[in-house]
């Protein structure tokens, strides 16, 4: 669509929302980096940088009841659906006040009171866990939907059949999202993927999909949000395949020596900031106000860091809580 046809129809006011989340998600990947770097996070980072439209534009669609399950890349997920950005640098600092009490991590941050089941570690479990959620919302007749975000590496492993057949069979109140990246961690997933791609899987097993340019936040918005009341209204699953790119490597670590460097530098031309960025300045937005979206988000993040790198680590009586203990375990057990 050209961009002055676009214009007739666009929300300002909502796109230069988007624009902020997008910053507020690429400003706290950034500082996970700077912790990393600063040896205070323990373990891995996956960065989602370039890839913040899909989290903006599909989870921004979400209510706070609705239920969200995301990967170990998912940062940006976390808080699109509303986490606080302080808790979350506490919990990758493993400190107190962390979403999961400092427990958890980078891979693992849950917090329940936004509906953030919980991003996992595993490829592809998290798609069996969103059916088992759907199916009680469905058993319990609320009007909740779940939302199961995954990579493109995901596809090829089992869960992907299982979650997807079992939501098919019983109709189940959930958004299977397919975050493709093109890479399956250093691996070019079409290099190890068979026939059509994702959308041509889901369908082949009953489920609508669609497919959308994830780097177009509002294009993902548009096709989340029908798909969204699509699935409220008792439409049963459905399945969205979202192309992007992630401008990192696969780690905070990894300076991805096997994709070549024009290729990176082509895509950081259409990254979804920038884009939107673009559509903004069409709409007559100005550079000032552009970018007071990018030091508001950068400013909230350098607060967010400094709380948590101060913050107390947990104290050890903190090792035992929330330990299953039914059944009076061996003390030596632990």
């Known amino acids: ?23 507020r998600i690429r400003a706290l990947e950034q500082a996970a980096l700077r912790g990393l770097e600063a040896k205070v996070v323990l373990g891995a980072i996956h960065p989602s940088i370039g890839q913040e439209a899909v989290a903006a534009g599909v989870v921004g669609s979400l209510r706070r009841d609705d239920i969200l399950l995301s990967t170990h890349r998912g940062h940006g997920h976390t808080l699109a659906k509303g986490a606080s950005s ?91 999202v397919c975050e493709d990246n093109g890479f399956a961690a250093t691996t070019r997933t079409a290099s190890v993927t068979a026939g059509a791609g994702p959308a041509a899987r889901a369908r082949a097993i009953g489920l609508p999909a669609e497919e959308v340019d994830g780097n177009d936040v509002l294009a993902v918005e548009t096709t989340a949000r029908a798909m969204i009341d699509a699935i409220r209204q008792g439409g049963g699953p459905r399945f969205l395949h979202a192309r992007t790119y992630r401008l990192t490597g696969h780690t905070g ?4 020596p096997y994709r070549p460097a024009e290729e990176v530098a082509a895509r950081r031309l259409e990254e979804p900031i920038l884009r939107a960025a673009e559509l903004l300045r069409a709409a007559g937005v100005s550079e000032v106000e552009i970018a007071a979206d990018r030091l508001a988000a ?37």
């Open 298 to 334: 950068e400013n909230e993040m350098a607060a967010a860091y400094d709380a948590a790198i101060t913050a107390a680590y947990p104290g050890a009586d903190e090792a035992y809580r929330d330990v299953q203990d039914i059944g009076s375990p061996a003390e030596g057990a632990f």
């Open 253 to 256: 670590v990894d300076t991805a």
């Open 1 to 23: 669509m050209p961009p002055d046809a676009r214009l007739r129809n666009i929300d300002v006011a909502h796109l230069r929302d988007r624009h902020r989340l997008m910053w």
């Open 86 to 176: 302080e808790a979350m640098l506490r919990e990758l600092f493993g400190r107190v006040g962390g979403n999961c009490g400092g427990k958890g991590g980078s891979m693992h941050i849950a917090d329940f009171e936004v509906g953030m089941l919980g991003a996992n570690g595993v490829v592809g479990a998290n798609i069996v866990i969103a059916a088992g959620a759907a199916h009680a919302i469905k058993l319990k007749r609320e009007d909740k939907v779940v939302c199961c975000i995954f990579g493109d590496g995901a596809i090829n492993r089992g869960p992907f059949l299982e979650g997807l057949n079992w939501a098919a069979v019983f109709g189940l109140p959930v958004l299977f």
